[in-house]
């Protein structure tokens, strides 16, 4: 297990959590995922076990469609940290690119079929 620390771009939402050695990511085709061209952990986080700490009111939710997913962003510099996935409430998956020891973008990526949903 590592712990992993990451942060939006201005610095105002950061968030810290353990996991497995990230050697693969997730991306996901669904209308907003698609947009935001996110890397994100193939695993979900629980969301007791990760730590976030926020500026106030720096911290934004984007719900849209049946409103199940809750899409997190920062308010300040509009990056996108974690999402609550519609298919497993109660966890985060996570923007990998928000990870500064990460380089996100050359880890392998599988993409998720969430354009069906
Ligand atoms: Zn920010």
């Known amino acids: 297990m590592q712990t992993y620390s990451g942060s939006c771009h201005c610095g105002a939402v950061r968030f810290t959590f353990r996991a497995p050695i990230i050697t693969s990511a997730m991306q996901c085709d669904c209308s907003i995922c698609r947009r935001k061209t996110a890397y994100l952990t193939a695993f979900t986080v629980p969301q007791e076990e990760m730590e976030i700490t926020a500026d106030s009111g720096a911290l934004r939710t984007y719900r849209f469609g049946s409103k199940a997913a809750r899409h997190h962003f920062c308010g300040i510099c ?18 990998l690119g928000c990870i500064e020891e990460l380089d996100a973008l050359r880890l392998p990526a599988e993409i998720f079929d969430g354009k069906s949903l």
């Open 78 to 95: 509009g990056i996108h940290t974690f999402v609550e996935p519609r298919l497993t409430p109660g966890t985060w998956r996570v923007n």
